[in-house]
């Protein structure tokens, strides 16, 4: 079956250093990934839709600079949050589907400590 | 602004019982509605649902979708402590592929 790997599961990084996620459909090309975002006991927020070759579509009230997507392949994705502060703290998770109308597919999550 | 609610937020049950978990949707399109099982790290995939009245099963798991009332439920029967989760229903707009999930219900077996 599909399989979208998120790499790191973890990290801990200083405030005001940048951090880079990656996400990587390995059997299926994606010319959208999305990344969400999740709190403690919280849902899935949306943060923002990854589209190959173009700029990614931010939800609002997600900043554009601080959360920079970059999808310069069919198959990787990557978050970078910049300047992260202890707030940026989250489970960060990626998905893509390997096309319309069908089940959307994650990576196993990148837990981001800000400290 | 679509949404997608979930209820109850939490629930806690006995093994060997069932439940119903339950999942109301407002959307401007609608394409299908999905079933995800969270425990720690990535959902998994349970159903996808396009079509009323139509039961989907899996084992114990059991969903069904009612598009005119715009809701979905999953039961679980014969509860076990491994269906302890985060069970999360998510809707497809069909745009750009994009699903917006609901709050997600926590649920905990106990034996």
């Known amino acids: 079956g599909a399989v979208v790997s998120q790499h790191p599961s973890r990290v801990i990084c200083k405030s005001g250093t940048s951090v880079k996620i990656e996400c990587r459909s390995l059997?299926?090309?994606?010319?959208?990934m999305f990344w969400y975002r999740q709190f403690p006991k919280q849902s899935l927020m949306l943060m923002a839709t990854?589209?190959?070759?173009?700029?990614?579509?931010?939800e609002q009230g997600v900043e554009k600079d601080k959360f920079l997507i970059n999808h310069a392949s069919l198959t990787l994705s990557t978050l970078t949050v910049t300047s992260a502060h202890p707030e940026d703290s989250s489970f960060y998770i990626c998905?893509?589907?390997?096309?319309?109308?069908?089940?959307?597919?994650f990576g196993q999550g990148t837990r981001l400590t800000v400290v | 602004e679509d949404k997608v609610v979930q209820s109850p937020l939490s629930l806690v049950v006995h093994e060997g019982d069932t439940v119903t978990l339950n999942c109301s949707y407002e959307v401007t399109n609608f394409r299908s509605l999905l079933w995800y099982k969270q425990e720690k790290k990535a959902p998994t995939f349970l159903f996808m649902l396009?079509?009323?009245?139509i039961e989907k099963k899996s084992g114990r798991l059991s969903s069904i979708l009612d598009k005119k009332e715009l809701f979905s439920i999953l039961n679980i029967t014969a509860t076990q402590t491994g269906d302890s989760a985060v069970y999360l229903c998510a809707v497809d707009t069909g745009t750009a592929s994009k699903l917006t999930f609901g709050t997600g219900t926590r649920l905990q077996v106990t034996l």
């Open positions: 059997d299926f090309q994606a010319t959208t």
């Open positions: 396009t079509s009323s009245g």
């Open positions: 998905s893509a589907r390997p096309g319309t109308g069908v089940k959307a597919f």
């Open positions: 990854s589209n190959e070759g173009s700029k990614a579509t931010y």
